[in-house]
């Protein structure tokens, strides 16, 4: 009997053999090692991984082995996966509302930093944690910038978050700030704006801050064209600290999720029907790896592929595209340009599709599977 290959060079030689299986995830682990080193050659201070955007155990082992340190986890089954599979690793429990039991779960994991942006969550945090611990008032602003707000669910006012601060450096916990600009923010304008307003935060508490978490949003590659610079948000980030802390600034942490994962990973769809030489209708939509282009944009990153796996060459025509389900819901946002002559059977892969494809996936009406299959790089 002869063996099983297990990783593929790449995603067309795995269609070849696998005529009819999709869809299909591709995961590339070299692109996830670039990804890591980029953050952690750029960004001044500490890289944890935001677990929420990509929870497969692979994704979490391969940046523990690029030398990611830290986790930005959001429940109990994320710190207890990442204990399996880094146990040294430095956990961030920054879902600001937890219960109790969730609480006491963390401390005897040994999670020592905490956010919170009330008062009430605050108090539980301070019956149930050791002193000593790390506690980052989570704060907001009206900043524009992103793709979506993260401050309409969670965040302090400036005005609220001074005094919670200042109580918890009171209760004996190293004092910090966090705050998130908002997802797929390409303004660096946007950091500068927070880390100002953090260092009047930590003024008016009368607390020097242990560290400052500039949080997550950092924009993946999603439209076609240059990808988002990185290394201009890196710096607008060290020379805002500089600015508003002088000798003062505290040690800064980020926690990117999309930024890091989403150029490892490919998703290869099929085309079910060109209904009457119009809409087209993909074995994935909206209920499975595509969930959330319709809250934040396309990926037009899209490259179709004919019965062969040759490249379509047609003049793009603008098209819309419906998942398989029977919901008239499962939709594409707008109208997006693909092949004149795209055919039933062709293949339609979506690049940069990491972040949050397989994480916020259902199986509505039967469909939404996901292969992911281990690829020597994606192009």
């Known amino acids: ?48 991984y935001a677990v929420k955007a990509n929870p497969d155990e692979a994704v979490v082992a391969n940046l523990s082995a690029a030398g990611i340190a830290g986790f930005d986890v959001a429940s109990v089954p994320e710190i207890e996966m990442v204990r399996r599979i880094a146990p040294s690793a430095a956990l961030h429990y920054n879902n600001p509302v937890r219960t109790r039991r969730e609480i006491a779960a963390a401390v005897a994991l040994g999670v020592g930093s905490f956010s919170v942006d009330a008062d009430s969550e605050l108090d539980k945090l301070i019956a149930l944690v050791p002193a000593g611990a790390e506690i980052s008032v989570r704060f907001k602003l009206p900043v524009k910038g992103a793709a979506y707000d993260f401050g309409a669910k969670f965040g302090a006012t400036v005005e609220a978050a001074a005094p919670l601060l200042a109580r918890a450096a009171a209760a004996g916990f190293r004092p ?25 935060i930590a003024r008016a508490a009368a607390v020097r801050l242990h560290r400052l978490n500039v949080g997550g949003g950092f924009p993946s590659h999603r439209l076609s064209g240059p990808a988002p610079e990185l290394s201009a948000i890196f710096d607008e980030i060290a020379r805002a600290t500089a600015a508003a802390f002088g000798a003062n ?126 690829v020597m790089a994606l192009g």
């Open 1 to 48: 009997m002869g063996l099983t290959k297990t990783i593929w060079d790449r995603p067309e030689e795995y269609l070849r053999a696998h005529e009819g299986d999709s869809p299909v995830l591709f995961f590339a682990p070299a692109a996830l090692h670039t990804a890591a080193r980029a953050f952690l050659a750029g960004f001044p201070g500490l890289v944890t």
């Open 176 to 200: 910090s700030l966090t705050f998130h600009p908002g997802t797929q923010c390409t303004d660096p304008a946007a950091w500068r704006a927070y880390i100002a307003a953090a260092a009047g």
């Open 249 to 374: 600034a505290p040690a800064l942490v980020c926690e990117p999720g999309r930024a890091l994962v989403a150029e490892a990973f490919t998703l290869a769809t099929e085309v079910r029907a060109v209904r009457d030489g119009g809409h087209v209708f993909l074995d994935d939509g909206i209920y499975g790896g595509l969930a959330e282009l319709p809250l934040i944009g396309i990926i037009d990153r899209i490259t179709v592929l004919d019965g062969d796996l040759r490249p379509r060459t047609g003049a793009p025509v603008p098209r819309v595209i419906f998942g398989p389900t029977c919901d008239s819901m499962d939709r594409l946002p707008g109208e997006v340009a693909l092949p004149g002559d795209i055919a039933e059977g062709d293949r339609v892969l979506f690049a940069g599709m990491g972040a949050y494809c397989t994480a916020t996936c259902t199986r509505f009406n039967g469909f939404g599977a996901l292969e992911t299959v281990t």
